[in-house]
């Protein structure tokens, strides 16, 4: 049987589409996410370190080797936000 030459064309547009597609949804998320592979099954403690990380450096994915807490983040918690029980 006779390949049909004809097919070959759409067949190597869509290919290179979903490919060029794919990897600029990578790119996308890289980018978003300070050049780090996004992350997956994130529980409440995976949470609550992307929170420190956010106010510590302003982006989730930062991470910080400083000593010593910017000024005011001693008072960014959420636990000063929180109306007491009574």
Known sequence: MPVPWEALIPF???TAMFGAAGTLL???TRAQNQGKPPR???DKWDEMMMN???QLTGH???QSDNVFAPPGF???S???AERKAS
């Open 26 to 28: 990578n790119v996308s």
């Open 12 to 14: 190597g547009l869509l």
């Open 78 to 80: 959420v636990w000063t």
């Open 52 to 54: 420190r990380d956010k």
């Open 60 to 62: 989730i994915r930062g």
């Open 40 to 42: 997956y099954n994130i």
């Open 74 to 76: 001693e008072t960014s």
